[in-house]
């Protein structure tokens, strides 16, 4: 099987596994805080995804979010070195894990493939629609098999946009949707990162930015919202890498207009 082959089977895979359990009797577990918790099937579906990973390719390396918070390398460390490792998955198991427990749909599987550094590919699967995006490098974006490019609107006022609010940014972030409001069409909070992308990438969105993001959180859908002829830059417009957290992700033509909205908010 091709590595997006691989890709698919497992975000499919650990997506109907967590689709049966959303909303039912869940234990959810406090990381850092009572806003970051985890379950059960966070770690299964990580370790389902790890093996099908792993058996195809047991030479790659594997990054997933729950492993890393019990790891004892800092994930920059991490993610510095990834520039000399020839295959590196970045996986996050369940994005929107506060979705999940509460049984609000929009919870996603989200699954990014880097070679020395470099998103290469990106596959994020909502199960709650059954709907899997997915994308290679220089091969186009696709969702459920047809093709998908981002939104063709030229102005703010023409777009829908999204963003979402690590708890540390929460005070930084809530005060610039004073400036987007103003500007864009709406604004929403789904609660998954990856699947903001997938939605820029298919153009449902018209752009998504966010502070604080992590690796597992982009890794997926960078790629999508690219080959769907989009943008994914850091919030000043600067070039994205994997250790990037802060980031506008859009179909492009807004994209100066988030980047000024972001400008009035910390100035
Ligand atoms: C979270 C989701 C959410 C975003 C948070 C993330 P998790 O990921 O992507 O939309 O606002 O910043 O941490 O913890 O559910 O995988
Ligand atoms: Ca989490
Ligand atoms: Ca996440
Ligand atoms: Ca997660």
Redesign the pocket.
Known sequence: MSYLEIACKAAKEAGRMIRSRAGGELAAEEKSSSF?VVTEFDKKAEQLIRASILEAYPDHAFLG?EETYHSSRPLHEVLEAAVDVPFLWIV?P?????NFVHGIPGFTVSIGLACKGELVLGVVYDPSRDELFWAEQGKGAYLNGNPIKVSAAEHAAECVIAT???PAYRELNIPSLASFGKQFRGIRVL????LHMAYVACGRLGAFW?Y??NAW?LAGGVVLVREAGGMVTDIGGGEFGLSVQHIICSNGKVHPAMISCLKQNVQ
């Open positions: 970051d979010e996050d369940i994005d929107g894990t506060t979402g609010f690590m609660g998954s990162a990856a966010q604080g993001l959180d």
